[in-house]
Each structure stands twice: as C-alpha cells, then as structure tokens.
C-alpha cells in the first residue's frame, strides 16, 4: 500500500501545530515528501525586518521530514524525532511561502534517516537545511 497525497494532506490536518503554521503538503511518494508554510505575520521572529521565525522553519521541516519516512517503501506506521540538526543558511524572505523537501535515505527496523532543505521563492539557495534521526516502527515489525 504506497502511501500518497490523500494520507499526507489527513496527517497534517489532524497536527495541531501542523494547522496553526498553515503547512500544506505538496508532494508524497518513494521517500521524499514537500510541505509548504504561507508566510503569515503571526510567525514573524523579527518585527523589524518582517522575517519568519527560524521555530517554525524547523517545525515545517521536522514534519516533513516524518512525512518522508512514512513515504519510504518500507512502511513505517509510526515515527517520533529522535535527532534534528538545522543549519540555517540565511534569512527567509518576508512575505514568501516556505517549502520543505524532505527525503528519507535510509531506514532500519528501528531507525530513520533523513535530509531536508526550505526555501523561500529563491531555489537556488536554501534557507536552512537539517539531516535527522526518527524512531520507526515497520508494518509487521511490532515489539
């Protein structure tokens, strides 16, 4: 059962936070996940330059990457961060949606790995990226 956009899109809808940021899921399948945050001003980390809080780049990007893994073929039916490393590259630019693409790369019974990037209207140069650690837990491989 390959999981698509209809599971993603019922995901983020039931995440609190996922629907108080905005997050819309663009893109689902083979492990690798997009997700995009509107800009709003009720996420503005600085009032004097307009700019987006780096909490909710990291929230947009750690929900991605989750959606990444249950998009890997292996089929995780659960999954919870263990590790995220964000590095952010420069400031998003006010008014701009952000997107987060996030792949998961490698998966064992117990552990996920995956690799993202946010950007803003400027695809050429990424926002933040991050590199992370999920537990997992696969179809059939209960404890």
């Given at each position: 059962?390959?999981?698509?956009?209809?599971?993603?899109?019922?995901?983020?809808?039931?995440?609190?936070?996922?629907?108080?940021?905005?997050m819309n899921?663009?893109?689902?399948?083979n492990?690798?996940?997009?997700?995009?945050?509107?800009?709003?001003?009720?996420?503005?980390?600085?009032?004097?330059?307009g700019?987006?809080?780096g909490?909710?780049?990291?929230?947009?990007?750690?929900?991605?990457?989750?959606?990444?893994?249950?998009?890997?073929?292996l089929?995780?039916?659960?999954?919870?961060?263990?590790?995220?490393?964000?590095?952010?590259?420069?400031?998003?630019?006010?008014?701009?949606?952000?997107?987060?693409?996030?792949?998961?790369?490698h998966?064992?019974?117990?552990?996920?790995?995956?690799?993202?990037?946010a950007?803003d209207?400027n695809?050429?140069?990424?926002?933040?990226?991050?590199?992370?650690?999920?537990?997992?837990?696969?179809?059939?491989k209960?404890?």
């Amino acid at each position: 059962m390959e999981r698509g956009l209809d599971f993603a899109r019922k995901f983020v809808a039931a995440l609190p936070h996922g629907r108080l940021l905005g997050m819309n899921v663009v893109a689902m399948a083979n492990g690798v996940a997009e997700l995009e945050m509107p800009y709003d001003t009720k996420l503005i980390g600085d009032p004097e330059t307009g700019v987006i809080h780096g909490g909710a780049v990291s929230a947009l990007m750690d929900t991605c990457g989750g959606l990444a893994i249950f998009a890997h073929p292996l089929q995780a039916i659960t999954t919870a961060t263990l590790d995220l490393r964000i590095d952010y590259m420069r400031a998003a630019t006010p008014g701009q949606t952000i997107l987060a693409r996030a792949e998961c790369y490698h998966m064992t019974h117990t552990v996920a790995f995956i690799r993202a990037q946010a950007f803003d209207d400027n695809r050429d140069l990424p926002v933040a990226t991050a590199s992370g650690a999920f537990s997992v837990e696969l179809m059939g491989k209960r404890a």
